[in-house]
C-alpha cells in the first residue's frame, strides 16, 4: 500500500478458492468422494473432517470450499473432486491473482482471534477430550455444528448433565502467552451459553467459575440475573484449575476455592473454556504494510478523542481492532469510521455511485393466486423443532400452494436468489416465506419478489421461530402441526393481498441535534463537515454538558482543554446553528421533513430538519444514603473528581478515603450498571495516589467491572497498596460519623468475605459511586420525538445489535449517555456511529414510504373524531366535504400502526396490506368452520 490520505494504491492478493460459485449447486458430491479427514472434532461446517466443505453459514452462499488440507495443493496428487463435480464448478489449477484498487480512505476492519488454551498446559485444552473452548461449544449448539445442534461430549457421544464454564482463560493475567487486559465480552457469552444450554436440557447442571462478573453493557444486568436464577445454575467466585480426567468415564475434575468450605474438588461431565480475545492474525504484518502502530497490547493504537483514528491519515479503524469490545460497539465504530472516511472524501461523494434498476412490475391483477412457499431452517432455531419436510409436504396440499420447498437459511444471500430465480421460473405471483419475525428481514424478502419482477407486497411471512419453534422447544410434534397452522394462515391471507406503491419524499438537508454535550457537539461537527447545516440545541446556558464536571481521563487526557476546544470548533464551524438556554417546544412532521420550535435565547424559531438526532445526555444519582447531604465529608466521585482538579486542602491534607461503589444501581430500583463508575473510582484512586502516595485509600466493590484495557489500571492500583474489598448486595457497608481520640471521622463498616470478619475503617473522606440516571428530561424528549424508552429510562434504540444508534421512528438517532452509560471514548465513537447513520438520510434527496397506510371511506365516516385521538402521528384531521366533516389521512405522517382502525365505530377506516378481508381469511384457516360447527352440531344433537 503506498500514497496518502485522499490517494491510496493498494495491492490485492486474491487468493484462489478453486470454486465457480455460479455454478456450484451445494450437491456434496465432491464431499462425498474427498478422500482427506483430519480430526477436529468441532470444525465449522456440517461437511465435517473433510478438505472440501460445504457451506450452510447465514449469508454465505451454499458452495463448496476447499481448504489447505487438500492432497492436490500439497502435492498435486488427488483432483476427484474436480472429476467427480457434473457441474465443472471446481477448477483446481486457479491461481493467485493480484489487483490494484485506488481509493481515498482505508478502514482496518480485521477483528480478533480467540486465544488458543493449548499454549498452556494447565488448561488440558487437547488432552482432555471433554475440555473444550467457548467457541468450540458455540458449535456444538450449531445446526451447522459437528452433531447439528446436538450438545453431545466427543468421548462417547452423550449428552453432557453437568458442566462447568471457567472464566478469564487467556485474560486478565499476567502469566507468559495471556492477556493482562480484560476480553470485555466473556462474562456475557457464557451468560449466553448457559441459558441455550438450560434450553437444551431444563435439568442440566451448570457452574460457573469466575472473578468479578462484568455485565456492564446495556440490559446485561438483567440478563446475569435471569442467569442466575436459573434452577440448576451455580457462580462460584474462584479461580479453577483442571487436575485430572477419569479414565474410564472421561469426567473432568476442577479443583477451586470457597470462603466457607476451603479448597474442594468436584467432577464435570464437560468444562468449557471461556477464552478471551487476542489481536488479529497478522497483526505485525498489517501494521507495516499501513504503517499504523499498535499499541501496548498489539491492538491498533487509536487516538483517546477518536476511537477510529489511527496514526496515519485517512487510515481508520473498526470493531475488534480497537481492542476486546461488544456487537453494538462495533457496529457503531464501523458507521462511525464510514462517517469520517465521509469528512475525508465528501467532495467526491456520489460520483461513482450506480443507480439500482429492478425489472418491470408484472402485472398480476388477472392471474389466479400462484403461491410459493419457501419452509426455512434458520440453522437449528426451526429446523431441530419443527420438522421441516414434513412441513413442505404440507405446504404443497394448501390451495393455490404450486410449488414449495426447505432452506436452511432463508435469508442467506443463495438462498434470497434462488427465492427471486424460481419466482420467475415458475410464474408465482405471492410468495410465503415461513420463518423469522418480519420486523429485522421482511426488507430482503421484498426485495427479492422485485428483482423478479412482483410488486414486492405479494410477500407474506409466516412467523414460525418467535411465534413457534422458540417458545415450543420441547413440544416437537406440537410446534410441527402450528408451523403448519401458521403457514396454512398465511397463504390464505396472500391470497387477498394487493399490489401497493411506495412513493418518494423529498429530504431536507439539514439535521436537528438535540444536546449540546460531548455526544452531541462531535455529531455535529461531523455532519456538518459533510456540507450538512446543523441546528444544535442545549438547554444549558453553556455547551459541554456532563463533560465540564470531568478532568482527566485514565488515559491521561485533559478533558477540559479538549472540551473547549470542541466547543470552538463548534462555535467557528458556518454551517452550525447553536441554540443555548433552549426548550423545544413542539416537533412535528415524518422522516426527511420535520418541523421542529425550539425557544431560545434567540427567540422562538421553527427549525426545518431531514434527520433529528437526540444526545441529550444523562443525570447523576443524589444519594440518599450513607450520609450523603447530611455530613460534607460525603462526596459523589465527580464531586472528588472536582476537588482533586482543584487541589482542595481538605482532601490533600486527608490521611484516608473510602469509596463505596454500586451507590443507587444495581437494585431493584435501578436493575443497571452504570458503566463507568469502578474506572472513575481507579482513576481517581490513582491521581491521588500520585498527589500522596501514603494516603489509605479503601474502594468497596461488588464486581470491579474496568473491562477491555482498562483492567491494567485496575492491577496498577492494587500494586500501589489501593485496597479493593468486596461487599455483597444485602450486607452493604454502614457509614457513621464518630470521634475517634478526639479527632472527627467517618467509620465504615464492612464484611470482608475473603476474611470472614468485619472490619472498621476510620476515614477523613467518603466517595460514593452514584449512578448515572436518566436525564429529567428524558420522558419529555421522548414524547416530543414520538420514541420510546427501556426499561431503565434510557432511550430504547430500534435494535440492540444491529440498529444501535437508530431507534424504530425512521429519521430519529440516539448516541451518547441518553443511550446508555459510557465512557468519553465510546462516547465518541457511538456520535461518529450516529453520524454516519445520519448522512446516510440526509446524502439522498429523496426518501421511500411506505404504501402499508390507512385510508378513509368518506361514505362511511361520521366524523366522530375517534381516530384522530387514537392516532399519535398527528396523521388524520377533519376536512369539510358536501356531507360534514370526514376525517382525512396524511399518508407522509401515516405509520400503518393500525390504531385508528381499530378504533373507528363504523369501519370507515382501512389499512393497506391488514385489510378485514386479509386478516379473516387468516382467521377462518386458523379455525375452519367445519371444526366449529361440527362440535356445535353434536351438543345441540346431545341436548
Known amino acids: 500500500m503506498v500514497g496518502e490520505a485522499g490517494n491510496f494504491k493498494v495491492t490485492l492478493i486474491k487468493k484462489p478458492r478453486y470454486i465457480i460459485e455460479s455454478r456450484c449447486t451445494g450437491c456434496t458430491t465432491c464431499v462425498e468422494y474427498c478422500p482427506v479427514k483430519y480430526p477436529d472434532q468441532f470444525n465449522q461446517e456440517i461437511s465435517k473432517n473433510k478438505a472440501v466443505h460445504i457451506y450452510f453459514a447465514q449469508a454465505i452462499p451454499l458452495v463448496a470450499y476447499i481448504d489447505e488440507s487438500c492432497l492436490y495443493l500439497k ?42 488454551p493449548k499454549v498452556r498446559a494447565e488448561y488440558r485444552y487437547g488432552q482432555f477430550q471433554n475440555v473444550v473452548t467457548s467457541m468450540d461449544y458455540e458449535r456444538l449448539m450449531c445446526a451447522t455444528g459437528p452433531y447439528e445442534g446436538e450438545i453431545l461430549r466427543a468421548s462417547d457421544k452423550k449428552h453432557p448433565h453437568k458442566i462447568a464454564w471457567i472464566q478469564c482463560v487467556g485474560s486478565r493475567r499476567v502469566t507468559p ?35 468479578d462478573i462484568r455485565s456492564y453493557g446495556k440490559d446485561f444486568e438483567r440478563y446475569y440475573e435471569r442467569t442466575a436464577k436459573l ?31 476451603g479448597v474442594k474438588e468436584e467432577e464435570f461431565d464437560m468444562v468449557v473454556l471461556s477464552v478471551g480475545l487476542n489481536p488479529p492474525a ?7 504494510k499501513y504503517g499504523i502502530e499498535l499499541n501496548y497490547h498489539d491492538f491498533c493504537k487509536i487516538n483517546p478523542v477518536n476511537p477510529m483514528e489511527t496514526n496515519r491519515r485517512g487510515i481508520f479503524v473498526s470493531g475488534g481492532f480497537q481492542g476486546p469490545i461488544d456487537i453494538p460497539e462495533s457496529v457503531f465504530s464501523a458507521s462511525g469510521a464510514g462517517a469520517q472516511c465521509g469528512e475525508l472524501l465528501d467532495f467526491r461523494r456520489g460520483k461513482l455511485t450506480k443507480e439500482r434498476i429492478y425489472p418491470l412490475e408484472r402485472d398480476v391483477s388477472q392471474e389466479k393466486p400462484r403461491i410459493g412457499v419457501f419452509v426455512c431452517h434458520c440453522g437449528a432455531n426451526i429446523g431441530r423443532i419443527v420438522n421441516v419436510p414434513d412441513t413442505v409436504e404440507y405446504a404443497l396440499s394448501l390451495p393455490n400452494v404450486v410449488y414449495a420447498q426447505e432452506q436452511l437459511f432463508s435469508c442467506a444471500t443463495n438462498s434470497a436468489k434462488q427465492i427471486t430465480d424460481i419466482t420467475r421460473e415458475k410464474g408465482l405471483n405471492r410468495v410465503v416465506i415461513a420463518a423469522c ?64 406503491q411506495e412513493f418518494d419524499l423529498p429530504v431536507n438537508p439539514m439535521a436537528l441535534v438535540v444536546g449540546g454535550g460531548l455526544a452531541g457537539m462531535t455529531s455535529a461537527l461531523s455532519i456538518a463537515r459533510q456540507g450538512h447545516e446543523v441546528h444544535l440545541v442545549e438547554k444549558a446556558a453553556d455547551l459541554g454538558g456532563i463533560a465540564r464536571r470531568i478532568h482527566y481521563t485514565l488515559e491521561g487526557l485533559d478533558v477540559q482543554a479538549y472540551l473547549s476546544d470542541i466547543i470552538r470548533q463548534v462555535y467557528q464551524h458556518p454551517l452550525i446553528h447553536v441554540y ?12 426527511g421533513n420535520f418541523v421542529t420550535k425550539v425557544k431560545s435565547e434567540r427567540g422562538i424559531n421553527e427549525i426545518k430538519h431531514g434527520a433529528a438526532l437526540i444526545a441529550i445526555g444523562a443525570d447523576v444519582y443524589k444519594p440518599t444514603e450513607y450520609l450523603y447531604g447530611e455530613d460534607d465529608r460525603v462526596l459523589t466521585h465527580l464531586e472528588l473528581e472536582e476537588q482533586i482538579a482543584k487541589g482542595d486542602e481538605r482532601l490533600v491534607n486527608s490521611e484516608s478515603l473510602v469509596m463505596i461503589q454500586c451507590v443507587g444501581c444495581r437494585n431493584e430500583d435501578r436493575n443497571y450498571c452504570s458503566r463507568i463508575c469502578c474506572s472513575e473510582s481507579v482513576k481517581n484512586a490513582l491521581k491521588l495516589k500520585e498527589i500522596k502516595p501514603n494516603m489509605d485509600i479503601y474502594i468497596l466493590f461488588r464486581d470491579i467491572r474496568t473491562y477491555g484495557f482498562k483492567e491494567d489500571y485496575y492491577r496498577e492500583a492494587s500494586s500501589k497498596d489501593v485496597k479493593f474489598i468486596r461487599y455483597e448486595p444485602e450486607d452493604k457497608p454502614l457509614v457513621e460519623a464518630v470521634e475517634e481520640e478526639g479527632r472527627p471521622v467517618l467509620r465504615v463498616t464492612v464484611t470482608d468475605y475473603i476474611l470472614g470478619n468485619q472490619l472498621q475503617i476510620d476515614a477523613d473522606l467518603v466517595a460514593l459511586a452514584a449512578a448515572v440516571i436518566p436525564s429529567a428530561a428524558t420522558k419529555e424528549v421522548a414524547g416530543l420525538f414520538k420514541v420510546t424508552l427501556s426499561p431503565d429510562g434510557f432511550f430504547k434504540e430500534a435494535h440492540a445489535k444491529l440498529k444501535p444508534v437508530e431507534f424504530a421512528a425512521d429519521g430519529v438517532y440516539l448516541c451518547g449517555l441518553a443511550h446508555y452509560p459510557k465512557l468519553m471514548p465510546e462516547t465518541i ?76 365505530p363504523t369501519g370507515a377506516i382501512s389499512l393497506k396490506h391488514f385489510t378485514d378481508e386479509e386478516l379473516f381469511s387468516q382467521i377462518d384457516a386458523a379455525f375452519p368452520a367445519k371444526e366449529i360447527l361440527q362440535p356445535m352440531d353434536a351438543a345441540v344433537g346431545d341436548a
Open 177 to 211: 502467552d495471556e492477556n493482562s487486559y480484560c476480553s470485555a465480552v466473556c462474562c456475557t457469552y457464557t451468560q449466553k451459553q448457559v441459558i441455550l444450554t438450560k434450553d437444551h436440557d431444563a435439568g442440566a447442571e451448570c457452574t460457573i467459575f469466575h472473578n
Open 231 to 261: 434452577p440448576g445454575t451455580r457462580f462460584i467466585r474462584s479461580y479453577a484449575s483442571i487436575e485430572k480426567e477419569n479414565p474410564e468415564t472421561k469426567n473432568v475434575t476442577i479443583r477451586y476455592a470457597t470462603p466457607d468450605e
Open 829 to 904: 465513537n457511538q456520535a461518529y456511529g450516529a453520524a454516519g447513520r445520519v448522512l446516510t438520510l440526509l446524502s439522498h434527496d429523496t426518501v421511500l414510504a411506505s404504501g402499508s397506510v390507512c385510508e378513509v371511506q368518506e361514505s362511511k365516516c361520521m366524523g366522530c373524531g375517534e381516530c384522530i385521538s387514537a392516532c399519535t402521528y398527528r396523521a388524520i384531521e377533519f376536512r369539510e366535504t358536501k356531507q360534514g366533516k370526514k376525517a382525512v389521512v396524511n399518508p407522509i405522517l401515516c405509520k400503518g400502526d393500525g390504531l385508528c382502525n381499530a378504533k373507528c
Open 580 to 591: 443555548t438556554d433552549a426548550t423545544i417546544l413542539e416537533a412535528t412532521g415524518y422522516v
Open 282 to 288: 497478522g497483526y505485525r504484518e498489517l501494521s507495516a
Open 75 to 116: 502435492d498435486k496428487k488427488c483432483r476427484i473432486c474436480e472429476a467427480v463435480c457434473k457441474n465443472k464448478a471446481i477448477d483446481l489449477s486457479q491461481t493467485p491473482e493480484k489487483e490494484e484498487v485506488k481509493v481515498g480512505a482505508i478502514i482496518l476492519s480485521p477483528g480478533f482471534e480467540p486465544f488458543d
Open 437 to 500: 419475525s418480519p420486523r429485522t428481514l421482511e426488507p430482503l424478502f421484498r426485495d427479492t419478489l422485485r428483482e423478479a419482477g412482483i410488486n414486492q407486497y405479494f410477500c407474506e411471512m409466516a412467523n414460525i421461530r418467535e411465534h413457534n419453534s422458540w417458545v415450543h422447544s420441547k413440544e416437537k410434534e406440537e410446534a410441527t402441526q402450528k408451523a403448519q397452522d401458521i403457514i396454512r394462515m398465511s397463504v390464505a391471507r396472500a391470497c387477498h393481498l394487493e399490489p401497493l
